[in-house]
């Protein structure tokens, strides 16, 4: 940040004092009300962490499914009070471990899940109905849940006990990050079938988190990450409805996942116009009633981009800057990033380090004693407003444009974010914007940490798996229950029972998405700037 002019990372600037000529026209009642009131500026909850602390998730997942189940209970008994799953790239691709373009990529970035017995391992000695389980997944998302779900059953849980959250946001996909399979059509389609499903199965499961991490991690300002996260809420929220859902009997299940970057005070007030903008959302455009349905409800993951492989251990000071951001923001769950991550997948210390980090702020500092101890805040309420209004002005636009969907097919969102990263690398590049031990403060010499490594030969054991799953499961019931996904695609019911029925009898998570490609066909974007 330069010193001569200082701005926020949305561009806005900062002023040296801030006192009430900067709230003229502010009106306490109705812009931030108590906590957990309309319009949940000051959190979602009248308590807050007086009466519950936030969820400490770490989300792990490399190698195999026996790997990542060690890291799991490795986790829990270091105290972590919820678990969050990350898949590898052919898993997010709805590939399995045996494909082709799965060559190199399986167990990398996360854990390799082909079928069902892979589920069941990953889980192994986990009691299902006594942990809430984060997936981060997408397209393939509620095939994963079906599974989970599976799983649950088979160890005496009922779905109803089960509880947790899927990402299943796809529309971001297509915006930031690529991992998508179907068109945006059909993909919407799949999503609002979760949602109906979900409704009367799993009704603790949360049926979304409508992220705006990825896009904040390819570079968005915090005014662009809540304003194409929330137009983005708004294309599900629609979809739903036309689908011919009633908003209250799902709205309530619907969650958000944010970055929390540096910029501290930035942050909160993003995180307090979220609440404030969707609240207003849901009553004025969707008319909701209930109040769970007005409540934005999010995860926060601390800034992976901002993390730096340059004199990694800064990386610690870095996060709990960040932590800190989510929880005086008031999250409902918290992954804390290790400070190796630049580097390799985390290893035990290090994440280990990473959830301390969030105990020391849970029970060694005064964050939880207030419910929303910067309210009040000149400039804290002054800069919510701020990001409020030019979060608005992009949600329009992109209302003018005929929706998020539109607007992606444009390329509206992808090209606003790049802009966004291509002036923030400009400004490091001129060092008008300080990073510690990459463009300043730099180290003659520096000594790498001990970093987690995975085994090359884990894909052979995959593929052997998945052969010893096909020699022993009823072929023609698979085809059968195959066919049947094909035929709920084809027309208009709800395609979860279909999938699950196929799961159930060991279809692995390729043969399903396969049935899916045919008749819904994939995804090419387009760039058209």
Same mark, same amino acid.
């Given at each position: 940040?330069?010193?001569?002019?200082?701005?926020?990372?949305?561009?806005?600037?900062?002023?040296?004092?801030?006192?009430?000529?900067?709230?003229?026209?502010?009106? !306490?009642?109705?812009?931030?009300?108590?906590?957990?009131?309309?319009?949940?500026?000051?959190?979602v909850?009248?308590?807050?962490?007086?009466?519950?602390?936030w969820?400490?998730? &770490?989300?792990?997942?490399?190698?195999?499914?026996?790997?990542?189940?060690?890291?799991?209970?490795?986790?829990?008994?270091?105290?972590?009070?919820?678990?969050?799953?990350?898949?590898?790239?052919?898993?997010?691709?709805?590939?399995?471990?045996s494909?082709?373009?799965?060559?190199?990529?399986?167990?990398?970035?996360?854990?390799?899940?082909?079928?069902v017995?892979?589920?069941?391992?990953l889980?192994?000695q986990?009691?299902?109905?006594?942990?809430?389980?984060?997936?981060?997944?997408?397209?393939?998302?509620?095939?994963?849940?079906?599974?989970?779900?599976?799983?649950?059953?088979?160890?005496?849980?009922?779905?109803?006990?089960?509880?947790?959250?899927?990402?299943?946001?796809?529309?971001?996909?297509y915006?930031?990050?690529?991992t998508y399979?179907?068109? !945006?059509?059909?993909?919407?389609?799949?999503?609002?079938?979760?949602?109906?499903?979900?409704?009367?199965?799993?009704?603790?499961?949360?049926?979304?988190?409508?992220?705006?991490y990825?896009m904040g991690?390819?570079?968005?300002? !915090?005014?662009?990450?809540?304003?194409f996260t929330?137009?983005?809420?708004?294309?599900?929220?629609?979809?739903?409805?036309?689908?011919?859902?009633?908003?209250?009997?799902?709205?309530?299940r619907?969650?958000?996942?944010f970055?929390a970057?540096?910029?501290?005070?930035?942050?909160?007030?993003?995180?307090?116009?979220?609440?404030?903008l969707?609240?207003?959302?849901?009553?004025?455009?969707?008319?909701?009633?209930?109040?769970?349905?007005?409540?934005?409800?999010?995860?926060?993951q601390?800034?992976?981009?901002?993390?730096?492989? &340059?004199q990694?251990?800064?990386?610690?000071?870095?996060?709990?800057?960040?932590a800190?951001?989510?929880?005086?923001?008031?999250?409902?769950?918290?992954?804390?990033?290790?400070?190796?991550?630049?580097?390799?997948l !985390?290893?035990?210390?290090?994440?280990?380090?990473?959830?301390?980090?969030?105990?020391?702020?849970a029970?060694?500092?005064?964050v939880?004693?207030?419910?929303?101890?910067?309210?009040?805040?000149?400039?804290?309420?002054?800069?919510?407003?701020?990001?409020?209004?030019?979060a608005?002005?992009y949600?329009?636009?992109?209302?003018?444009?005929?929706?998020?969907?539109?607007?992606?097919?444009?390329g509206?969102?992808?090209?606003?974010?790049e802009?966004?990263?291509?002036?923030?690398?400009?400004?490091?590049?001129?060092?008008?914007?300080?990073?510690?031990?990459?463009?300043?403060?730099?180290m003659?010499?520096?000594?790498?940490?001990?970093?987690?490594?995975?085994?090359?030969?884990?894909?052979?054991? &995959?593929?052997?798996?998945?052969?010893?799953?096909?020699?022993d499961?009823?072929?023609?019931?698979?085809?059968?229950?195959?066919?049947?996904?094909?035929?709920?695609?084809?027309?208009?019911?709800?395609?979860?029972?279909?999938m699950?029925?196929?799961?159930?009898?060991?279809?692995?998570?390729?043969?399903?998405?396969?049935?899916?490609?045919?008749?819904?066909?994939?995804?090419i974007?387009?760039?058209?700037f």
């Amino acid at each position: 940040m330069s010193s001569d002019d200082p701005r926020t990372v949305s561009g806005f600037p900062i002023e040296p004092l801030y006192g009430p000529e900067h709230l003229e026209g502010f009106d !306490p009642e109705t812009q931030l009300g108590e906590p957990g009131a309309y319009p949940y500026t000051r959190g979602v909850y009248p308590n807050m962490y007086r009466g519950r602390l936030w969820t400490m998730r &770490q989300y792990a997942g490399m190698a195999t499914a026996e790997e990542s189940n060690r890291r799991y209970r490795y986790l829990l008994d270091q105290g972590t009070t919820g678990l969050s799953v990350a898949f590898d790239l052919p898993t997010q691709m709805g590939y399995d471990s045996s494909a082709d373009i799965a060559d190199g990529e399986v167990g990398k970035v996360g854990v390799a899940i082909d079928t069902v017995e892979d589920m069941k391992l990953l889980f192994d000695q986990i009691p299902l109905d006594q942990v809430s389980t984060s997936m981060t997944i997408n397209a393939p998302a509620s095939l994963l849940l079906l599974m989970y779900q599976i799983v649950g059953e088979e160890q005496g849980v009922d779905a109803d006990r089960l509880r947790g959250t899927i990402q299943n946001d796809v529309l971001k996909e297509y915006i930031a990050r690529g991992t998508y399979i179907y068109p !945006p059509a059909p993909s919407l389609r799949i999503i609002a079938d979760t949602f109906g499903y979900c409704a009367t199965t799993l009704p603790r499961f949360n049926t979304i988190s409508i992220s705006g991490y990825h896009m904040g991690e390819a570079g968005a300002t !915090p005014v662009q990450e809540i304003a194409f996260t929330l137009a983005d809420g708004i294309a599900y929220v629609q979809a739903a409805l036309d689908a011919g859902l009633d908003v209250d009997t799902f709205a309530p299940r619907l969650s958000f996942f944010f970055v929390a970057r540096s910029t501290l005070l930035e942050e909160v007030a993003k995180f307090r116009a979220a609440r404030r903008l969707w609240a207003h959302i849901m009553r004025e455009r969707f008319g909701a009633q209930n109040e769970k349905s007005l409540m934005l409800r999010f995860h926060t993951q601390t800034a992976g981009v901002q993390l730096t492989a &340059q004199q990694p251990e800064v990386n610690l000071a870095r996060v709990t800057i960040q932590a800190l951001a989510a929880t005086l923001g008031g999250t409902q769950s918290l992954h804390t990033n290790s400070y190796d991550e630049a580097l390799a997948l !985390p290893t035990e210390k290090s994440a280990r380090l990473a959830l301390r980090t969030q105990q020391v702020i849970a029970h060694e500092s005064d964050v939880p004693a207030s419910v929303d101890p910067l309210a009040g805040s000149y400039l804290v309420e002054s800069m919510t407003d701020e990001i409020e209004e030019q979060a608005r002005d992009y949600i329009q636009r992109i209302d003018d444009m005929g929706g998020a969907v539109r607007a992606i097919e444009e390329g509206y969102q992808k090209t606003e974010i790049e802009r966004a990263a291509y002036d923030l690398a400009k400004r490091i590049d001129a060092h008008e914007q300080i990073v510690v031990g990459v463009n300043d403060y730099l180290m003659d010499e520096e000594v790498q940490p001990e970093l987690q490594r995975i085994d090359e030969a884990i894909r052979n054991n &995959q593929i052997a798996r998945i052969e010893q799953v096909k020699r022993d499961r009823d072929q023609a019931g698979v085809d059968d229950a195959l066919a049947e996904v094909a035929k709920a695609a084809a027309g208009d019911a709800n395609l979860l029972p279909p999938m699950r029925e196929a799961l159930r009898r060991r279809a692995t998570l390729q043969e399903v998405c396969d049935v899916l490609r045919h008749e819904f066909g994939g995804y090419i974007p387009t760039d058209k700037f």
